[in-house]
């Protein structure tokens, strides 16, 4: 059974349609990338598993719907969303932002452990501590917000957009730790516009075109397949 | 000329003081809410007035159940201060509940009027009340600490005058210096502070980040409402009479502390306040003299908006304004 499973989703922004009745699934252990371009609906697909957006159709978790959950509710359950541009909360440092992560726990030392965890990955945020948020490069920004998720302790990773705006050495590393994540047993599911690098570290993927799922196959296929190619590759 | 001025001086920085340590407790409650909803509480003024009648009608039914006499002083100002802050707080949650939450996605435009209906509400629901309770709706409340002392300072300088400070001044300067730092360490320091700042800088990762957004809110306007409730009853010891109106002109007076201070920062609101209050008195006290006469104490609240407007020229993000940029 898959850990995560969109059943028909439609989605709207007042009287938009940004979703046209997806279905897509993640099972356990499995990185699986949702690819296309400029508002053809990724982000999207991403805020109506966490409950930001009005929706039509089924979202399962574990077998648990989760289709009218408050987002609050949606991370408590072992959601952890990587929105968007990051959002750091820009004036709190960067040991708040962590600790907002760790909301929902209330034993100091496990936030504690869960830190000195994260600082695995990325050390520098080590040597960042009290420095606010919003002061940091678009890439610390981008670690810092993957290590705030990681602070919750998910079940899944939702990656919306990682790449974006980082140079390249930087998108490299990011997407190492994702792997080396995934090696580890987290389930990622990674909303990407650069296909080739996504397709590259990911097992099945998605190509998604004005709200519809217009592909679906294992990643290593996608990269060979001249549709994608010439769309998303080019 | 000066010598007049330097004589008042240290009357003017104790009555300054006062009355700016008010300001800044309830300029903290327009900041807090507007840091966290970018909406103006425009009801907060009435919710000061409401905890001034919570807790003078406290000291009243101690008085008239016969027990006011047998606690000591401290004790009675001690309740009446947490009754009326505990049912402000609850008061401000539940505005926020009924008036404003459901109006939440609408234009900013929209909670405001809601905002201005809840104030007149709140002003005739009292007036009610006390007229029924009292015959009359200004009261008279019981001044628990009504003794002066003398601060002699003309022997730390001769050209001083003295100043006398009511016993009960300094009970407002310490009760806001204990509000003030409480507040400041609970935002920066605890989870649920960290929280309500997380929550007013981006609502929607907040949300992503397991905190109930509209549990956060309904704290902060818990907080708000009641530190505004409890230097209602500071100023109701005060100066002695209350009505239902002070709310407004004192809201509108916090109000301008907090825009002053920078709007959405809980130290640049007490700052405002305190400098607020300061104009206020000095203007009050010195008008007349620096202009002969022709404009007097009358003119006080001109000054206070006419260092507002000068500040928001120069520096429109308030004193303490947000100063980091933030990267996108």
């Known amino acids: 059974m898959s850990l995560l499973e969109l059943h028909k989703v439609h989605a709207y922004y007042g009287a938009i349609e940004g979703l046209k009745g997806i279905s897509l699934s993640v099972n356990e252990g499995e990185i699986v990338t949702l690819i296309g371009s400029n508002g053809a609906g990724k982000s999207s697909t991403l805020k109506s598993i966490c409950g930001q957006v009005k929706i039509k159709g089924t979202i399962r978790f574990g077998g648990q719907d989760i289709s009218t959950q408050p987002p609050h509710q949606t991370a408590l359950d072992g959601i952890a969303h990587v929105p968007e541009g990051r959002r750091i909360f820009p004036r709190l440092t960067v040991k708040e932002n962590l600790e907002m992560g760790a909301f929902s726990v209330k034993d100091r030392k496990i936030v504690k452990d869960r830190m000195e965890r994260a600082f695995g990955y990325f050390p520098r945020l080590k040597e960042r501590l009290g420095q ?103 | 000329m000066i010598s007049e001025i330097l004589q008042t001086l240290p009357q003017v920085l104790v009555d300054g003081l006062a009355l700016g340590a ?26 000061f007035m409401t905890g001034a009648f919570a807790g003078t009608a406290a000291l009243l039914t101690l008085k008239s159940a016969g027990l006011l006499g047998a606690m000591p002083g401290w004790l009675a100002y001690l309740l009446a201060f947490v009754i009326a802050m505990l049912l402000t707080g609850i008061l401000g949650i539940g505005i926020e509940r009924v008036a404003y939450r459901p109006l939440r996605k609408a234009p900013k435009l929209i909670s405001f009027i809601s905002a201005v209906g809840i104030s007149f509400l709140l002003q005739d629901i009292v007036r009610f009340i006390a007229d029924l309770k009292t015959g009359n709706f200004i009261v008279t409340g019981i001044t628990l600490y009504d003794s002066n002392l003398k601060v002699a300072a003309s022997s730390l300088w001769s050209v001083f005058g003295d100043a006398f400070i009511k016993t009960n001044t300094i009970i407002v300067l310490a009760a806001a210096v204990v509000l003030m730092i409480g507040l400041d360490l609970f935002v920066n320091r605890t989870k649920w502070g960290v929280a309500m700042r997380a929550v007013a800088q981006d609502r929607d990762t907040a949300s992503l980040m397991s905190i109930n957004v509209n549990k956060v809110i309904a704290l902060t306007f818990f907080i708000g409402s009641a530190l505004g409730g409890g230097t209602g009853v500071l100023f109701a010891q005060q100066y002695g009479t209350i009505d239902p109106y002070i709310g407004f002109t004192l809201g509108m007076k916090a109000f301008t502390a907090a825009v002053l201070g920078g709007i959405g920062n809980i130290r640049g609101a007490m700052f ?26 009358e003119y006080k609240d001109v000054m206070s908006f006419l260092i507002l407007i000068v500040v928001l020229i120069f520096k429109p993000e308030g004193l303490f304004g947000k100063a980091i940029k933030e990267k996108v």
């Open chain 2, 272 to 297: 405002g306040g305190i400098l607020i209050g300061l104009i206020e008195m000095l203007a009050s006290t010195n008008l007349g003299i620096l202009t002969g006469g022709s404009f007097g104490a």
């Open chain 2, 22 to 47: 008010v300001y800044a407790v309830v300029a903290i409650g327009y900041t807090m809410v507007y840091g966290i909803l970018e909406f103006i509480n425009f009801a907060h003024g009435e919710i």
């Open chain 1, 132 to 234: 606010l948020g919003g002061t940091m490069s678009g890439g610390e920004q981008q670690m810092l917000a993957i290590a705030r998720a990681l602070m919750m302790q998910p079940k899944i990773l939702l990656l919306d957009e990682p790449s974006m705006g980082l140079a390249p050495i930087i998108v490299e590393q990011i997407f190492d730790i994702i792997q080396e994540l995934n090696r580890t047993g987290m389930t990622v599911l990674l909303v990407e516009q650069n296909a080739y690098q996504a397709l590259q570290i990911a097992h099945r993927g998605y190509v998604i075109q004005t709200g519809e799922i217009i592909m679906e196959d294992e990643a290593r296929l996608l990269l060979q397949s001249e549709q994608v190619k010439e769309a998303y590759l080019a």
